[in-house]
Each structure stands twice: as C-alpha cells, then as structure tokens.
C-alpha cells in the first residue's frame, strides 16, 4: 500500500496551479449523459472519484473519449436505460447518486447503487428521495443496496429543502431539468459548484434561473443539447494550499481560482494574522511569524466550509492562543484529531466544538488518512512538523486532489509517495 513520506520544516514558497473542481465536475458528468449529443468537457480533474464515475457511466453504455489529461468527450445516446448503474467502486463514492437524477430525468428510470464517500457521519440522502417524489417519481431501495425511480411523467413541483444540501439541490436540478413545467427549489444550496451544474445544465438547453441564491426555478425542457464547458477551479483544493502556506510560514501564490470562492477562507487567513493579496485569478497568501488565534463555524457557502475545517484545525493547532472549531454541517467530522494528537495537538472534542490550545510546534509522527479532506490535514501538519512523518491510507486523499505531492514538491516540501521499504529509504537517504 502507497504511503506518503514527509520531512517536514520547510516552508512552502512559489506558485501552484489549481484544478478544476471534482464536487463541480461530479454532477456536470452525471448531466452529460442527458442528451444524446455529444458533451465536451474540460478542466476536469484527474482523480480518482471522476475516473469512477466515467467508468460508471461507461458501464451503462456511455461513450467516454480521452481527449487530454483534463478533456472529455462523451456520449450518452447508447445508454439502456435498463441498465443498473453498479460496480464496487460507483459504491464508494459519493457522486454516483447524481445518475439518479440524470437517469430519472432523461429515461423516467434510474436504478443506481447507493452511494459511499467519506466517512464523516450520518449521510442521509431523504432529501434527494423527496425532492425525486415530488416530481411523480416512485423511488424504492431494492437488492443489493440499489435505489429504483421511476416515474411515468415527471411533473415540476414547488420543493422545500428541509436542510441546505449541495447534492440534493444538484440532483433535484438536474432530474427537473427534464420535468414538464416549472420546479422552484426553496432554501437552495448555494455553493459555487451548484451555479457550476446550473450553468452547464444551460449550456446544453435546460432553462434554470436563481442558482447562487436559495431559490432556483427551473422550467423543464423536452430535450438537451451537446454542448463544450470548462470546469470552476476546486475551491477546496485552492483553500487546501492556502492552509499549508500558512502553516509552513511560507508564501505561495494559487493560481487558477476565483478569488471570490475564497472570500470566507481568505477572511479567517486575514483575521489570524496572515498576508493575503488577490489578482483577478490568483491569491497569494504568506505567513512570516507566528499566527494568532480565532473561532470559525462551518455554514454553507457563503459560510466557512466544511471541507475546510480540518484543514483550519491544523492552522489553529499551531497559533497562538486558545481556538474553538465548531462543525456545523457533518456530525462526526473531527475524528482525525486523535491522529493530530499524535503529533502532539492539543484539542480537546465536546461534541461537534473542538478546543484547541496552539501549540509551538507539531512532532513527527506515523498517522492514518481517516478521509479526503482530513486527510489533506494531516499532509500540512507533517510539513509543519520538524522530522520524518509518514502518512497512510493515501487513497483518501487522491479521491480528490490531483498530483498532490508533485504539486508541494514545487512548492519546496518534502513529500514522497512511497510503495516499498526501498522507497522509504531512498526518501530519507536524499532529504537527509
Ligand atoms: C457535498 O456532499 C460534497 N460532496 C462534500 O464534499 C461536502 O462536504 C458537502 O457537499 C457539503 O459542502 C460532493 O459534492 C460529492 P450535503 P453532500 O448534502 O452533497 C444533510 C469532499 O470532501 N443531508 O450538502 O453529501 C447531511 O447529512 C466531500 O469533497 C440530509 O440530512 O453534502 C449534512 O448534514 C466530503 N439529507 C448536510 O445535509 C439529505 O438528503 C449537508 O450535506 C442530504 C443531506
């Protein structure tokens, strides 16, 4: 199993180009498959969440052409709408229930295997189910773990969302695309990735006002068409080499962002002490001295987001002063503590609030990648760690961010993924 080996102490310095956004790419995939017409799509990022769900539409009879690293070309018009869209892996990831929607909406018929993705709590999907309902569909759970929609018409429905939910907005967008009539969505997700679908779901003919507010109209069409649409840039991503500047005390410079998706993270950045200027698709965020301390609460965009917090956590464990991290949107989302404890954090979890009291440094130390994002976590508190750490469970991480270690290694860390006991020595024998 890969592992990845760091030797931490430095601190990062230059220029990273970001890629396009897997949780954008994730639903604009699943929609391309509702015309018959061929979709070029670009900038989407190469990892291994959207690999399986490329496999996954293929799988079903969909025509995935490679046009480069970041470019597709796909067809849905040989897709048998019979067919269960199942495999192991469309079982671990998160974003194979947007087929749902994109199935029901195109054919009136999905049956998709439940989706997986990290485990940070309770991740019920009643509100997709609901939403599907209220369209006219029929939705049942049949074996092995499927969910089965069908609808004989799908009719647009006035829905209130009973949480802020970002795949349940997206998959109620994209099965009401097709619906007859007009479907309103109430207390809308707003994250930038949901007005990323709404704009694709456009580009190929669908009629969908509101995206970014918390009421979305969407006016059903008969009919999409091909179209070619480049991806948003990974605000996660962005925000993730932002964090590990500022841990490492380095100065990096992110390029390929909208600055404007990052508002919330550069604020918290700013508030703790750091330098951060923007370009119009650039932030460069630097650090010289020690940071201070702060709270942050996870919200839904326009809020600090989730997919942050562990990532912050790892800031605040070295600033100076007590922090509190409240989380607001996943139940059990501070399970990578205990790993960060062992580089020597001091947090204390009471519930879904962690305490934490900075630290002058973190120690080196073997650790386990619990998810994606906490997985990233603990990549920027081994770099911000004096001594060799070395990091398993990996696959997490390469879920969602493309060339990550090539990516630091630019920035000066330094990182190896490592396979063997040869590697590992190869590794030390050359940072040594
Ligand atoms: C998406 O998950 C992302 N995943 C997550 O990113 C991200 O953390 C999350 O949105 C919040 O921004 C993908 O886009 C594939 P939600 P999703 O529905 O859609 C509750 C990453 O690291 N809820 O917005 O599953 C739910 O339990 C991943 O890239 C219901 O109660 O999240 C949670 O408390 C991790 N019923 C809250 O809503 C439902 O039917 C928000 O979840 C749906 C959700």
Same mark, same amino acid.
């Given at each position: 199993?890969?592992?990845? %080996?760091?030797?931490?102490?430095?601190?990062? =310095?230059? +220029?990273?180009?970001?890629?396009?956004?897997?949780?954008?790419?994730?639903?604009?995939?699943?929609?391309?498959? %509702?015309?018959?017409?061929?979709?070029?799509?670009?900038? &989407?990022?190469?990892?291994?969440?959207?690999?399986?769900?490329?496999?996954?539409?293929?799988?079903?009879?969909?025509? &995935?052409?490679?046009?480069?690293?970041?470019?597709?070309?796909?067809?849905?018009?040989?897709?048998?709408? #019979?067919?269960?869209?199942?495999?192991?892996?469309?079982?671990?990831?998160?974003?194979?229930?947007?087929?749902?929607?994109?199935?029901?909406?195109?054919?009136?018929?999905?049956?998709?295997?439940?989706?997986?993705?990290?485990?940070?709590?309770?991740?019920?999907?009643? #509100?997709?189910?609901?939403?599907?309902?209220?369209?006219?569909?029929?939705?049942?759970?049949?074996?092995?773990?499927?969910?089965?929609?069908?609808?004989?018409?799908?009719?647009?429905?006035?829905?209130?969302?009973? =949480?802020?939910?970002?795949?349940?907005?997206?998959?109620?967008?994209?099965?009401?695309?097709?619906? +007859?009539?007009?479907?309103?969505?109430?207390?809308?997700?707003?994250?930038?990735? =949901?007005?990323?679908?709404?704009?694709?779901?456009?580009?190929?003919?669908?009629?969908?006002?509101?995206?970014?507010?918390?009421?979305?109209?969407?006016?059903?069409?008969?009919?999409?068409?091909?179209?070619?649409?480049?991806?948003?840039?990974?605000?996660?991503?962005?925000?993730?080499? %932002?964090?590990?500047?500022?841990?490492?005390?380095?100065?990096?410079?992110?390029?390929?962002?909208?600055?404007?998706?990052?508002?919330?993270?550069?604020?918290?950045?700013? +508030? =703790?002490?750091? #330098?951060?200027? +923007?370009?119009?698709?650039?932030?460069?965020?630097?650090?010289?001295?020690?940071?201070?301390?702060?709270?942050?609460?996870?919200?839904?965009?326009?809020?600090?987001?989730?997919?942050?917090?562990? #990532?912050?956590?790892?800031?605040?464990?070295?600033?100076?002063?007590?922090?509190?991290?409240?989380?607001?949107?996943?139940?059990?989302?501070?399970?990578?503590?205990?790993?960060?404890?062992?580089?020597?954090?001091?947090?204390?979890?009471?519930?879904?609030?962690?305490?934490?009291?900075?630290?002058?440094?973190?120690?080196?130390?073997?650790?386990?990648?619990?998810?994606?994002?906490?997985?990233?976590?603990? &990549?920027?508190?081994?770099?911000?760690?004096?001594?060799?750490?070395?990091?398993?469970?990996?696959?997490?991480?390469?879920?969602?961010?493309?060339?990550?270690?090539?990516?630091?290694?630019?920035?000066?860390?330094?990182?190896?993924? &490592?396979?063997?006991?040869?590697?590992?020595?190869?590794?030390?024998?050359?940072?040594?």
């Amino acid at each position: 199993m890969a592992h990845y %080996m760091i030797k931490g102490g430095t601190s990062l =310095v230059g +220029e990273v180009e970001i890629a396009g956004a897997k949780n954008a790419a994730l639903p604009i995939i699943a929609a391309s498959v %509702m015309t018959n017409e061929t979709v070029i799509i670009d900038n &989407v990022p190469d990892v291994s969440d959207i690999r399986a769900l490329l496999d996954a539409i293929r799988s079903i009879g969909a025509y &995935v052409e490679k046009i480069n690293r970041h470019s597709f070309k796909i067809n849905g018009s040989a897709i048998n709408r #019979q067919t269960a869209v199942d495999n192991e892996y469309v079982r671990k990831i998160r974003g194979s229930y947007y087929l749902i929607g994109a199935l029901l909406g195109k054919y009136r018929l999905a049956t998709v295997a439940l989706p997986g993705g990290c485990d940070i709590g309770l991740r019920p999907i009643d #509100q997709h189910l609901k939403g599907f309902r209220a369209l006219g569909a029929d939705v049942r759970f049949v074996p092995p773990g499927m969910a089965r929609a069908e609808a004989e018409r799908l009719v647009g429905s006035h829905i209130y969302m009973d =949480v802020v939910s970002v795949g349940a907005t997206c998959n109620i967008m994209l099965a009401s695309s097709m619906a +007859e009539g007009l479907t309103i969505i109430e207390n809308a997700a707003k994250e930038p990735h =949901v007005v990323d679908l709404a704009n694709f779901l456009n580009s190929m003919g669908a009629r969908i006002k509101g995206a970014g507010t918390d009421v979305i109209r969407i006016n059903g069409v008969d009919r999409l068409h091909g179209t070619e649409y480049s991806i948003i840039p990974d605000q996660i991503e962005a925000g993730t080499f %932002m964090m590990a500047a500022a841990a490492t005390k380095g100065d990096v410079t992110i390029r390929n962002v909208i600055p404007k998706h990052l508002e919330s993270i550069s604020a918290k950045l700013l +508030e =703790v002490g750091c #330098q951060i200027s +923007e370009e119009d698709d650039a932030v460069r965020v630097a650090a010289a001295k020690r940071l201070g301390r702060t709270t942050v609460k996870t919200l839904p965009y326009p809020g600090f987001p989730t997919d942050m917090q562990p #990532q912050m956590t790892v800031l605040l464990g070295l600033s100076n002063g007590t922090s509190i991290v409240t989380e607001s949107i996943f139940e059990s989302r501070f399970k990578y503590t205990d790993e960060l404890t062992k580089m020597g954090a001091q947090i204390r979890v009471e519930g879904n609030t962690a305490i934490i009291e900075g630290v002058d440094s973190y120690s080196a130390a073997y650790v386990k990648a619990p998810d994606l994002r906490a997985g990233a976590a603990l &990549v920027i508190a081994a770099m911000a760690a004096e001594g060799f750490s070395e990091i398993s469970d990996i696959h997490y991480i390469e879920r969602g961010y493309e060339d990550f270690t090539e990516k630091l290694k630019k920035l000066g860390a330094q990182i190896d993924r &490592v396979e063997t006991e040869n590697d590992k020595r190869n590794f030390k024998f050359r940072v040594s």
